[in-house]
């Protein structure tokens, strides 16, 4: 372990040394608004400054002060009467997946029929392809202000990780990852059909079946090993408690959380019971649950991602539908009550005071839509579903940050935090929909995208 | 092998004496019509009888001179036509791809058969099996007596069918069976996960890499009892692998049946001495001499005439405009090609037989009408009806080297015959509306029965 630390410093002097040599001189930036968000304590400040040096952010205030702060002839961006944001967090997210919506002949054919034939595609062809097909699903992502995504999973046995590092290391654009590696399941969660003959092969290319507490804690240094930033288990029926607590046990030996798929009653008890990091959907929690998840500090990471009419909205451009799909999407029933029922949870979550982040659990094609466009909406239905466009805002911010362990490094605008900014022409509190028209992107310090700048 | 063949012989006489015990009286009926084509010669025989005993044809000739005992059950067709049943030699009976999505197509090599193809291998081959039930069972509703599954069947997918239908499990068409395809690494699946490519490619082809692994290939297949080896020729392919391939299956009396579509392919396979080149769609007029003096076979599949892709599309997918033109362009200079196609090699004198190449999933007809349906429009190629019905009966049976069992209406063949409404010789869509349905010597559909 001493040889190891050794090699890290000396590594670290000669990486230090190059950077020093290269550019020595600090990169100053001084972004100006007319109005800032802190989604934290929900105060808006007009007009307001920020000074950016390097990745980080140095000073946040009135403009006039901060203007009489920065170094004389510092670079300016102005954003007239726009308004800043921290950049946005995706707190679930699959870069590695872009599921087409099949014809419903396909969909017929296999148990998690939407969901199983793109998933399948996914994993038997190659992971260059896949890998390719996700710097674009990041770069999207960023586009549209998603300066931070947690990758839960499907992206074969080291995509995210892979992902992530070539991001950090600028080759290709994309938000900062948190990077789940492969997805702790029981055997019998996903991709039900398969040739005995190949299944084994095929899963472990993308999961890591957990068979006793054993294999649980094998798993998670699997991942380990391929760095990762997270541990993603599905907890279904199956899974025992002993069993995630053997995985939440090692992951927190790691210092890294665990954010398990819950879904039913049964698997947000099990998930509870043994002390997960957060809840990722927990569409049938209970009051009662609610009530251990706030006691316990266990985040409820909301996925609004189906709400409403999101499935006819991707499935209509692509595949013929027939009279009576249609009709059940055009009754009441699917669309209307899925509103309600949403609403309804959303309305038991503000109330029960739980911890609560978002994401888009963004895995679908959706067309018309980039990654980034397509993701950016989910959130938006949270404020559709009851949520005041504050705590919307929180939850792919600040709250966001807390459930991720980062809330030392982003979101919000703060000293020392990475310089990740967003901007819109309009005021977010009044319509939370400006999210989905991010005018301006930063991320650490780098301007994405300004289309003020045009001005 | 002495005491292979006699535990053989202890088994044959059990298996016979079992037989006569407890069905021993013969089962005989008589199928009357008011027609019966006799597709190697044109004749055809107004009003006929055709005497079958058991599952093989006995007599067949006039009703004054064709007559049953008394006790025969006599099936009469009125007006209808009988034909000897169809014969579709080259389906794929294990795959059924649904068109993706645009968007899905256009992101792998070979977009539209690619997704399907996968799912079709990586997914249970107990599932598959019994679509390929299904799709044996439509078949032969539809009058296909017997097919030649050419490959994309899993490791034992169609031998397992052939042995379940013969055994009585499941009902289907006759199957000659090639096991998995021989193929050069490249003509499929180009984009698989390099962990999981070759456990993955193992489950449906075998690799040709030089002769000795083309002739354990081979082996391979004989091991699970295939009727035909399937290879497919693409530039990549030698003549010298293939020859290995084709004496390898000769020295097992298998036929090979070799696909090759360009030119390059083609010659390939006439130099190898393959049996039949399936599809041809490139052959020249000097390569249908060669086929015609070395008697090789050419096997037509116009799966994609007309407007095939469009209306398999229209009915599946949404289709954006751009697309939507260039596949209108495509299905008139595709049908052009292959109408000169036709004109060429009926010129030749070449051997001739057809296949529906069906493994689609088309929506709104089985697995039969939609392979039924590829035969008519080689008329629309400008095929004579009586041409086309041999090609997809008698002719048939002497590629598959079954022309003492299957493709006419002769005494000691099967009883497979179909029968339909009108005259199949001045209108070849009759066989779209195929009316009864025997397959040795059993009824499988008499739509003519409630008259």
């Not at chain 1, 002060?65 to 007239?80: E, F, M, S, Y």
Request: proline residues 4%.
């Amino acid at each position: 372990m001493r040889r190891v630390r050794i090699c890290v410093v000396l590594a670290w002097l000669v990486f230090a040394g190059q950077t020093l040599a290269a550019e020595s001189s600090v990169h100053v930036t001084l972004v100006k608004a007319a109005h800032l968000v802190d989604p934290h304590t929900g105060n808006v400040l007009s007009p307001a400054g920020v000074l950016v040096e390097n990745d980080k952010i140095k000073e946040v205030g009135p403009l006039s002060r901060v203007q009489a702060n920065a170094p004389a002839g510092v670079k300016t961006i102005d954003l007239g009467s726009a308004t800043l944001l921290p950049g946005l967090i995706d707190g679930h997210t699959h870069l590695f997946l872009d599921i087409i919506v099949p014809p419903e002949a396909e969909e017929a054919r296999h148990f998690n029929g939407l969901f199983e034939p793109g998933l399948l595609l996914a994993i038997v062809e190659s992971p260059s392809k896949r890998a390719l097909m996700a710097a674009q699903s990041a770069r999207q992502d960023l586009e549209s202000g998603i300066t931070t995504v947690r990758n839960l999973g499907h992206s074969g046995i080291d995509g995210d990780t892979e992902l992530r590092e070539a991001v950090n290391a600028g080759r290709v654009l994309g938000p900062r990852i948190l990077a789940a590696g492969r997805k702790l399941i029981t055997q019998g969660s996903y991709a039900q059909n398969l040739n005995p003959a190949l299944a084994d092969a095929i899963l472990k290319q993308e999961f890591l079946l957990i068979n006793g507490g054993d294999r649980a804690r094998q798993a998670v240094r699997e991942n380990v090993f391929q760095n990762v930033n997270v541990i993603k288990v599905t907890a279904d029926e199956n899974l025992t408690v002993p069993e995630l607590i053997a995985v939440i046990e090692e992951a927190h030996r790691n210092h890294l959380k665990a954010a398990v798929h819950a879904v039913d009653k049964a698997s947000i008890q099990t998930a509870i019971d043994a002390g997960a990091d957060s809840i990722e959907h927990g569409d049938e929690v209970t009051d009662e649950q609610l009530k251990l998840m706030r006691d316990k500090s266990i985040f409820l990471d909301l996925t609004p991602t189906a709400y409403g009419d999101f499935f006819r909205k991707i499935t209509e451009p692509v595949v013929v539908i027939s009279a009576a799909s249609r009709a059940t999407w055009a009754s009441s029933y699917t669309a209307a009550r899925r509103r309600q029922r949403y609403g309804q949870l959303v309305e038991r979550v503000q109330k029960s005071g739980v911890k609560v982040a978002a994401g888009s659990d963004m895995c679908w094609f959706y067309p018309g839509k980039t990654r980034g466009e397509a993701s950016v909406e989910t959130f938006v239905h949270l404020r559709e579903a009851g949520m005041p466009a504050l705590d919307v805002i929180r939850a792919v911010t600040s709250n966001a940050a807390e459930m991720l362990g980062w809330q030392d490094r982003i979101g919000a605008i703060e000293p020392g935090k990475f310089a990740d900014l967003v901007a819109v022409s309009g005021d977010p509190l009044a319509d939370i929909t400006e999210l989905e028209r991010v005018r301006f992107v930063m991320k650490d310090g780098q301007v994405v995208r300004n289309d003020f700048a045009s001005h | 092998m002495r005491q292979v063949r006699m535990f053989l012989s202890v088994a044959a006489f059990f298996f016979v004496a079992g037989q006569l015990m407890p069905q021993s009286p013969v089962q005989v009926t008589l199928v009357k019509a008011g027609r019966l084509v006799d597709p190697k010669t044109g004749n055809v025989l107004a009003p006929a009888a055709v005497l079958i005993e058991d599952k093989k044809i006995k007599e067949v000739g006039a009703p004054s001179k064709v007559q049953a005992q008394s006790g025969a059950k006599i099936i009469d067709l009125g007006k209808a036509t009988l034909l000897p049943g169809l014969i579709d030699s080259h389906t794929h009976l294990l795959v059924d791809p649904i068109v993706p999505a645009e968007a899905e197509r256009s992101r792998h090599y070979n977009g539209d058969f690619l997704p399907g193809l996968l799912l079709a291998i990586a997914e249970s081959p107990s599932k598959r099996v019994l679509m390929g039930a299904q799709l044996a069972r439509e078949d032969l509703e539809s009058g296909i007596t017997t097919v030649r599954n050419l490959g994309h069947s899993g490791i034992d997918g169609d031998t397992e069918l052939r042995d379940a239908i013969n055994a009585g499990r499941v009902p289907g068409s006759r199957i000659l069976a090639s096991g998995r395809k021989l193929i050069t690494r490249g003509s499929y699946l180009q984009n698989l996960n390099p962990a999981l490519a070759d456990a993955i490619l193992q489950q449906e082809f075998f690799l040709i890499e030089g002769a000795d692994r083309a002739r354990e290939a081979v082996r391979r297949n004989e091991f699970q009892n295939v009727d035909v080896i399937k290879v497919t020729a693409d530039e990549n392919l030698t003549v010298a692998e293939l020859t290995a391939v084709v004496e390898e299956a000769h020295r097992a009396h298998l036929k090979v049946a070799v696909h090759a579509v360009d030119k390059t392919s083609i010659q390939t396979a006439i130099d190898a001495g393959a049996d039949s080149i399936e599809h041809g769609n490139q052959i020249t007029d000097e390569q249908l001499k060669l086929l015609r003096d070395k008697g090789i076979f050419f096997d037509f599949t116009p799966t994609f005439y007309g407007d095939f892709w469009t209306r398999v599309r229209e009915a599946t997918v949404g289709i954006s405009p751009a697309l939507r033109e260039r596949w209108a362009k495509l299905d008139v200079s595709d049908t052009e090609t292959y109408n000169t196609l036709v004109q060429h090699v009926l010129k030749s004198g070449v051997k001739f037989a057809a296949g529906s190449d069906m493994g689609w999933y088309v929506p709104g007809k089985t697995r039969g009408q939609a392979s039924v349906s590829r035969f008519p429009v080689l008329h629309q190629g400008g095929m004579t009806s009586l041409d086309v019905l041999r090609a997809i009966t008698s002719n048939a049976a002497e590629m598959l080297g079954w022309q003492d069992r299957i493709g006419a209406i002769e005494p000691g063949k099967f009883a497979d015959l179909v029968a339909v409404s009108g005259d199949p010789l001045a209108d070849i869509t009759e066989l779209e509306r195929v009316r009864f349905v025997m397959k040795d010597g059993q009824v499988v559909r008499n739509d003519l029965a409630s008259h």
